[in-house]
Structure formats: structure tokens, C-alpha cells
């Protein structure tokens, strides 16, 4: 068994541009960080033989890569119709009005303010530009505003921060819930159950081959770092930077900040359960 193949979701590997999936090819952002792993993948989806392509989540406001992107599809023979945004994080929508200018097409996002056109998205909507399939999936938890993309004909679910190519995401409290975000893992998990669905092309770091035994990883460390935290309350620790010091001690102190926003929303659903 290879590295990769060993860990959890079986990453293909480095973030690969180009085709990930019959339908999906992934052109990299320029803005790798601690928080955005390699960058941000910006993913053009389209139907085998269509001339027209969904992209989902432009990425930063960087006339470069929007440019690479709108190249990427033209080369492919296709134009961009339609712009889809996972949520309002700026290294995936940032570059989205720009974007549209640049393709004269629509953006559509479950969040009012960021779209451009007449039609948002809502849980259940089914998009079918060019004959593609792309099937809405709430969820919300890393932002309330996070939707996920099932592609039903590559057995693919396109994730944005919800589950992550490599790493685990964060709750962005206040506006990320821990509860939703349990209620979403599970939601994705039974797309991989009852869906078929087996590829997650994540916002950022490598496709994973083995969407449940990512979303099971997912859902065990969330119970394992839940405990931790409520086990650290009990031996008299306060204070989210507190917590953080304690439990997230094996992890790189530059992403203390935003594991500090993980332990608020873990401390806002242990204190509603009446567990502290």
C-alpha cells in the first residue's frame, strides 16, 4: 500500500491541476498559506461534448488566475456560464465579481450578498447547465453559508472547506456551528452510503479516492478533539486560548488563532448539551 493510499481519504498525491474526474478539472490558485494548504482549487465542471462549463469557487481576486482559469476552459473548447461559490471565504469568492465581468456570467451563492444575478441557490437545487448535473447539498458548520456540490455522474462531491484534501477544517465561529457542522458530515457521509459516491474534490489539498473513510476520519476526530475539550474544562481550564494551549498542543502554534475559533464553537455546543 502506498503513503498516500494509507492515509486517511486516500489523497491522490500532491494537488495535481488539470482533469481530476470525467468531469472536473482543478486549476490551482496562486495563494498557498498555512490555512489554504497548496491554494485554493478552482474547479471547472462540464459535461463530456458540452461547449459550456460551470466553475466553482474562482478563487482570490488575482487577474491571473482568473485569467488561467477562463484559458483552461477556452482551451477545452468551452465557454463559462455559470459561477457557483461553496461559500464567502475570500480565498474562494473573492475574485468572483471580477470573475464575472471577465465571462459575462452569473454568480450564484447561497448568500444574498454574494451574488450577481437574479438566481441564488438553495438545499435540493439541481444545476444542469450544458446537460451537467450538479446537485445542491446543505452543508452548513465551517460557515453558515457552506454548500457542497454532488456530481452524481463522476460519484463526486465537490466539498469547498467542509472536508478538506488533507488536514481537518475549521469551525469559523461565530457563524460556524459545531452541531450543523456534525449534521453535514453525516449528511456527506450518506452520500457516500446510499449515493455511491466514493471522490472528494476538495477546495483546497489533493482529490481523496475514499470519501467515507474521509468523512469517518472527519466525524472521529471531531468526537476525539470534543472530548478533549470538555476533559480540559473539567481540569479547570477556561479560556478558548487556554483550551488551545492544551489540546491542540501537537499542532503548529501559527494556527492557534483559527483553532481557537474550533474550540469556541466546541465549547458553545458542550455548553447548549448541558455537557459543561
Given at each position: 500500500m502506498s503513503e498516500a493510499a494509507a492515509l486517511p481519504g486516500q489523497p491522490r498525491g500532491g494537488v495535481l491541476p488539470g482533469p481530476a474526474t470525467a468531469r472536473a478539472t482543478n486549476v490551482l490558485a496562486p495563494n498557498p498559506s498555512a490555512m489554504t494548504l497548496d491554494g485554493t482549487n478552482t474547479w471547472i465542471v462540464a459535461e463530456p461534448g458540452s461547449d459550456l462549463a460551470v466553475v466553482i469557487d474562482p478563487g482570490p481576486l488575482d487577474d491571473g488566475h482568473l485569467s488561467h482559469v477562463i484559458a483552461t476552459a477556452e482551451k477545452a473548447g468551452r465557454r463559462i456560464a455559470l459561477t457557483l461559490l461553496t461559500h464567502g471565504h475570500p480565498d474562494h469568492a473573492e475574485g468572483a465579481a471580477r470573475f464575472a465581468e471577465l465571462t459575462r456570467s452569473p454568480v450564484r451563492a447561497l448568500d444574498p450578498a454574494l451574488r450577481l444575478g437574479d438566481e441564488g441557490l438553495a438545499p435540493g437545487d439541481v444545476i444542469t447547465t450544458g446537460g451537467l448535473e450538479l446537485r445542491v447539498v446543505p452543508t452548513p458548520g465551517h460557515t453558515g453559508d457552506s454548500l457542497c456540490f454532488h456530481l452524481p455522474a463522476d460519484r463526486?462531491?465537490?466539498?469547498?472547506?467542509?472536508?478538506?484534501?488533507?488536514?481537518?477544517?475549521?469551525?469559523?465561529?461565530?457563524?460556524?456551528?459545531?452541531?450543523?457542522?456534525?449534521?453535514?458530515?453525516?449528511?456527506?457521509?450518506?452520500?457516500?452510503?446510499?449515493?455511491?459516491?466514493?471522490?472528494?474534490?476538495?477546495?483546497?489539498?489533493?482529490?481523496?479516492?475514499?470519501?467515507?473513510?474521509?468523512?469517518?476520519?472527519?466525524?472521529?476526530?471531531?468526537?476525539?478533539?470534543?472530548?478533549?475539550?470538555?476533559?480540559?474544562?473539567?481540569?479547570?481550564l477556561r479560556t478558548a486560548a487556554d483550551v488551545v494551549a492544551r489540546v491542540y498542543a501537537d499542532v503548529d502554534p501559527s494556527l492557534w488563532p483559527a483553532a481557537e475559533l474550533s474550540v469556541r464553537a466546541q465549547l458553545e455546543y458542550l455548553t447548549e448539551h448541558g455537557l459543561i
Amino acid at each position: 500500500m502506498s503513503e498516500a493510499a494509507a492515509l486517511p481519504g486516500q489523497p491522490r498525491g500532491g494537488v495535481l491541476p488539470g482533469p481530476a474526474t470525467a468531469r472536473a478539472t482543478n486549476v490551482l490558485a496562486p495563494n498557498p498559506s498555512a490555512m489554504t494548504l497548496d491554494g485554493t482549487n478552482t474547479w471547472i465542471v462540464a459535461e463530456p461534448g458540452s461547449d459550456l462549463a460551470v466553475v466553482i469557487d474562482p478563487g482570490p481576486l488575482d487577474d491571473g488566475h482568473l485569467s488561467h482559469v477562463i484559458a483552461t476552459a477556452e482551451k477545452a473548447g468551452r465557454r463559462i456560464a455559470l459561477t457557483l461559490l461553496t461559500h464567502g471565504h475570500p480565498d474562494h469568492a473573492e475574485g468572483a465579481a471580477r470573475f464575472a465581468e471577465l465571462t459575462r456570467s452569473p454568480v450564484r451563492a447561497l448568500d444574498p450578498a454574494l451574488r450577481l444575478g437574479d438566481e441564488g441557490l438553495a438545499p435540493g437545487d439541481v444545476i444542469t447547465t450544458g446537460g451537467l448535473e450538479l446537485r445542491v447539498v446543505p452543508t452548513p458548520g465551517h460557515t453558515g453559508d457552506s454548500l457542497c456540490f454532488h456530481l452524481p455522474a463522476d460519484r463526486a462531491v465537490l466539498t469547498g472547506d467542509t472536508v478538506l484534501g488533507r488536514g481537518t477544517t475549521v469551525v469559523a465561529h461565530p457563524d460556524g456551528r459545531l452541531g450543523d457542522y456534525l449534521d453535514s458530515l453525516r449528511r456527506l457521509r450518506s452520500l457516500t452510503v446510499d449515493d455511491g459516491v466514493h471522490t472528494v474534490l476538495p477546495g483546497h489539498g489533493p482529490v481523496l479516492d475514499d470519501a467515507q473513510g474521509a468523512v469517518e476520519f472527519y466525524l472521529a476526530h471531531r468526537a476525539h478533539r470534543l472530548a478533549q475539550v470538555e476533559t480540559a474544562v473539567e481540569n479547570g481550564l477556561r479560556t478558548a486560548a487556554d483550551v488551545v494551549a492544551r489540546v491542540y498542543a501537537d499542532v503548529d502554534p501559527s494556527l492557534w488563532p483559527a483553532a481557537e475559533l474550533s474550540v469556541r464553537a466546541q465549547l458553545e455546543y458542550l455548553t447548549e448539551h448541558g455537557l459543561i
